[in-house]
């Protein structure tokens, strides 16, 4: 059974920097693609980053583009979600995802549905 753990949430201030963390278990053998959400209050949740275990490709939405950088340590079995210059509206719970696939043809995306296994979220609150 595959368990998502993130950790490294926190309250901080604009312009600060954080890294978030998802220890990842239980994948045996396959592909998948292991994605950064988020969901503040009041709206739907939506993709921040992910990355292929294929060939390590990244991928970022608009919104975070040169602010986030995604990556991971196989031997630690993380990803991590590095996040510069802090503004209010990342506030939100941030969520580790992973999506399996049968076959190394990956195309990444955000949709949801896709996502076969999730962490219980880490909450993350930017001040002004």
């Known amino acids: 059974q595959v368990q998502l753990v993130e950790s490294g949430g926190g309250l901080l201030q604009a312009g600060d920097s954080l890294r978030l963390s998802c220890a990842a278990s239980g994948f045996v053998g396959g592909y998948y693609v292991i994605a950064w959400f988020r969901q503040a209050p009041g709206k739907e949740r939506e993709g921040v980053s992910c990355?292929?275990?294929?060939?390590?490709?990244?991928y970022y939405a608009d919104s975070v583009k040169g602010r986030v950088t995604i990556s991971r340590d196989n031997a630690k079995n993380t990803v991590y979600l590095q996040m510069n210059s802090l503004k209010p509206e990342d506030t939100a719970v941030y969520y580790c995802?992973?999506?399996?696939?049968?076959?190394?043809?990956?195309?990444?995306?955000?949709?949801?549905?896709?996502?076969?296994?999730w962490g219980q979220g880490t909450q993350v609150t930017v001040s002004s």
């Open positions: 995802a992973a999506a399996t696939y049968s076959d190394s043809d990956i195309t990444p995306s955000f949709q949801l549905w896709r996502y076969d296994y």
């Open positions: 990355i292929s275990s294929v060939d390590g490709n990244t």
